[in-house]
């Protein structure tokens, strides 16, 4: 059964501080962000809330300034890991790429892949081929954003490895009547 009296001192408390949390959030990360910014801090207010001091704003501020660090840091990882997997998974140039080449490379990714433990490619595959971020992806997993980080920056080092280990491909040519190797 819901606490009627706690939502209405809630409600009180973000009325009464929603404004400033808001105002803080603009000039941090500016407008586009600073909607989520507050949502998510009065969010962790409402958890929190039989812990919060007598004085909240102070409070409500920092928890804000922890959000907006933890969204920045999650969009630094989501960035740098992105350029890192379109250069893994995509050749550098596709209009003067040799088709053979794409294949052989894109062959070299999945065999490499192939070689991981499932844990390891269920990290790579939710981020990079699903697109989620390493929050919803930890929230997948079932673990905090630090340690899926943590899981994916070591299931990548492996993948690197993988590919390195992959065997070169054997082609053969067909020229006229004979076959090269």
Known sequence: MPDIDAERRFTALYEA??????????????????????SETFMVAWRRFAELPSSP??????????V????????????????????WATPQDHA??????????????????????????????????????????????????ATFFVRLHRARQRLESALHEVPAPRYTYIQGKDAVR
């Open 17 to 38: 501080h929603q404004s400033q949390v808001y105002a803080y959030a603009v000039s941090r990360t500016g407008r586009q962000v600073a909607d989520e910014v507050v």
């Open 57 to 66: 704003l102070p409070w409500l501020l920092g928890v804000a300034r922890n």
């Open 68 to 87: 907006i660090h933890e969204q920045a840091r999650s969009a630094r990882s989501q960035e740098s890991l992105a350029a890192e997997l379109r250069a």
């Open 96 to 145: 003067s790429a040799d088709p053979s080449e794409v294949v052989i490379e894109r062959d070299a990714l999945r065999s490499a892949l192939s070689r991981l433990g499932e844990d390891d490619r269920e990290l790579l595959t939710l981020v990079a081929w699903h697109g989620l971020t390493t929050a919803q992806a930890a929230e997948v997993i079932g673990c905090s954003s």
